[in-house]
Every structure is written in structure tokens, then in C-alpha cells.
């Protein structure tokens, strides 16, 4: 059974950081490209991150490219988003997703001062 279970979420001020993680279990991790998606209230899901299953690739998101970096450790079966200089836009519920199939519960990040 494929699981995909985020956490490292919580509440910061603006201008912190958080770094999410992703454990992965059910099917080989690194063949697969992940991604990190977000969804704040009211909005739709969006792709904030993705990178392929060596780590060699990584894309972002505009508004989060050069704050938030994508990285993966295929021997622990992890997924990570480190996130600096958070802004209270990016407030969402933060998800991990297994390229285009699979999706995690769910971690809320909220950036309040």
C-alpha cells in the first residue's frame, strides 16, 4: 500500500522558515519523481515543487523560486521542502504527491505574524 505522510508543519512569523518532510513507504521511492503542492482556503490546489527521482531536477513555482528548495534522500525514503523567508501568502495546507498519482493527507503551514 502506497503512503505518503507529511509533517514539520506549524505556525511561523513572517520572514521564518520550515522545512516539511514526506515519508514514503509501499513502492520503490526512487524511481518515482515526487512533488509539493499547496492549497490555501478558499483556492485551488497548486504545484508549488517537483523534482525527478535522482534529485537531479528540480522546478518551482514562481513566487517560491530562490525561498523554497525541493530535495530528496532516496536511501531514508524522503521527500523535503525547506522553506525560508515565509510570507503570510504562503499559508496553505502543504501536500506531498507521488508525480501524478498518489497524494499525502496533508500538513498545515501558517505564516502569521
Known amino acids: 500500500e502506497v503512503q505518503l505522510v507529511e509533517s514539520g508543519g506549524g505556525l511561523v512569523h513572517p520572514g521564518g522558515s520550515l522545512r516539511l518532510s514526506c515519508a514514503a513507504s509501499?513502492?520503490?521511492?526512487?524511481?518515482?519523481?515526487m512533488k509539493w503542492y499547496r492549497q490555501a482556503p478558499g483556492k485551488q490546489r497548486e504545484l508549488v515543487a517537483e523534482?525527478?527521482?535522482?534529485?537531479?531536477?528540480?522546478s518551482y513555482e514562481a513566487s517560491v523560486r530562490g525561498r523554497f528548495t525541493i530535495s530528496r534522500d532516496n536511501a531514508k525514503n524522503t521527500l523535503y521542502l525547506q522553506m525560508n523567508n515565509l510570507k503570510p501568502e504562503d499559508t496553505a495546507v502543504y501536500y506531498c504527491?507521488?508525480?501524478?498519482?498518489?497524494w499525502g493527507q496533508g500538513t498545515q503551514v501558517t505564516v502569521s505574524s
Open positions: 523534482i525527478s527521482n535522482d534529485g537531479g531536477s528540480t
Open positions: 509501499g513502492f520503490t521511492f526512487s524511481t518515482y519523481g
Open positions: 504527491r507521488r508525480w501524478s498519482d498518489y
